[in-house]
């Protein structure tokens, strides 16, 4: 709960400036800014419906967004050539809701494909580096020849976590990474992520609604609200943002649950 970072000078990695994205009629942001900094695991919140999803989508491409700019390393992603383009993208590392795994692949080619197909290893190289991965994930031995329907929750939380980490990204994105896991597992990944920042000097754009994880691991907190950033600064002065939704999942049961456990493990 307290930033991990200096906090000047700070190098942004991303910078959104004015983004609007709309659908039809409906609008989900208007003139939303956001910089994500170097070396920091920022978390996007919000209620149902913010766009923290389509946020995320829009940086790193999978949405082109109706106005504003995404500037990426310095760089405005919709003016790049393709070639251009996809060199900024094989910097990013990418973690969907649901894993997002080839269900007719093993866990090492999974982790392969990126591998081979954007860093043009042979197979045998690419499941060797895998197999690396894999163990930076926590996944034992054993999972590396298994399908991702034998998998567990975590276990394909993990995996997929390889595969982002496949290409060794500068910048991590992770789309509800402990959704569906229970508190122990979703502890274990918490503090995964925190190791690997710390190891790898990665940079974690992290989509969440897990008070536990807002709490552990990260540097900062932005608020989807009112079509925009609402805030985003450390979570202690979020906590205080004279606003309803920020007020209620702050300081209802679940957040002052998640304060306190943190406290604790803070004092340990």
């Known amino acids: 709960m307290v930033s991990r970072l200096p906090r000047a000078p700070a190098e942004a990695v991303i910078e959104v400036r004015g983004l609007c994205n709309r659908f039809g009629k409906q609008s989900v942001h208007e003139n939303l800014d956001l910089d994500l900094y170097k070396g920091e695991i920022l978390a996007v919140v919000g209620g149902s419906g913010s766009g923290k999803s389509v946020l995320l989508r829009s940086i ?11 500037r990426v390393f310095g760089q405005n992603l919709p003016s790049l050539s393709e070639h251009e383009r996809s060199m900024v993208e094989r910097r990013f590392g990418v973690l969907f809701q649901k894993g997002a795994l080839f269900s007719s692949l093993t866990v090492t080619e999974n982790v392969a494909l990126p ?5 043009g290893l042979s197979r045998a190289d690419a ?34 976590l390889a595969r982002a980490l ?6 991590l994105f ?32 992290l989509v969440t609604h897990d008070l536990d994880t807002l709490y552990t691991i990260t540097d900062r907190v932005a608020v989807l609200a009112q079509k925009k950033v609402l805030v985003a600064d450390a979570i202690d002065k979020v906590a205080e943002t004279d606003d309803a939704w920020i007020h209620e999942y702050f ?11 943190a ?3 803070n004092e340990v």
Do not use: C, N, W
């Open 60 to 70: 790193i491409g999978l949405r082109q967004p109706s106005e504003g700019s995404v």
């Open 166 to 171: 496949a290409l060794d990204p500068d910048i």
């Open 127 to 160: 499941e060797h580096l895998a197999a690396v991965k894999l163990a930076l994930a926590g996944l034992p031995l054993s999972a590396a020849d298994k399908y991702p329907a034998s998998l567990s929750g975590g276990m394909i939380k993990r995996a997929a």
């Open 251 to 261: 300081h209802g049961p679940r957040g002052r649950a998640a304060l306190l456990a």
């Open 115 to 119: 591998l081979i197909e954007h860093a």
């Open 263 to 265: 406290t604790q493990l």
């Open 174 to 205: 992770l789309d509800e990474p402990t959704a569906g896991l229970d508190p122990i597992g979703a502890a274990a990944f918490d503090q995964l992520i925190l190791t690997l920042r710390d190891a790898l000097g990665l940079s974690v754009f």
